[in-house]
């Protein structure tokens, strides 16, 4: 069984920074994606950014500019550099990579359990 786990997080004053990390263990034969995704008390989760084996990035809107996504396949670690952080950004980000455990298995989705980042304004 694969499992994510995020670390990270905390309490920030706004503008200041946090950088969000993601290791996935366990049987893992090809790491297709990983990426980052926010839930807000009262909201849909929605996603922050994506990043490709290949890496290619995707970015929500609202934080192109001010977030980077980036991976380290040796380690299967994903990470998510959080500047110039806004009171919006305050909720449970959680950690997504799309996984393939074996040759002949398809790929599957895999979450972490969250890890709460709070903006103070």
């Known amino acids: 069984q694969v499992q994510l786990v995020e670390s990270g997080g905390g309490l920030v004053q706004a503008g200041g920074s946090l950088r969000l990390s993601c290791a996935a263990s366990?049987?893992?034969?090809?790491?297709?994606?990983m990426g980052w995704y926010r839930q807000a008390p009262g909201k849909q989760r929605e996603l922050v950014a994506t990043i490709t084996n290949g890496g290619s990035t995707n970015y929500a809107d609202s934080v192109k500019g001010r977030f980077t996504i980036s991976r380290d396949n040796a380690r299967n670690t994903v990470y998510l550099q959080m500047n110039s952080l806004k009171a919006e950004d305050t909720a449970v980000y959680y950690c997504?990579?799309?996984?393939?455990?074996?040759?002949?298995?398809?790929?599957?989705?895999?979450w972490g359990q969250g890890t709460q980042v709070t903006v103070s304004s």
């Open positions: 366990g049987s893992i034969l090809r790491i297709n994606s």
């Open positions: 997504n990579a799309e996984i393939a455990a074996g040759i002949v298995l398809p790929t599957q989705s895999y």
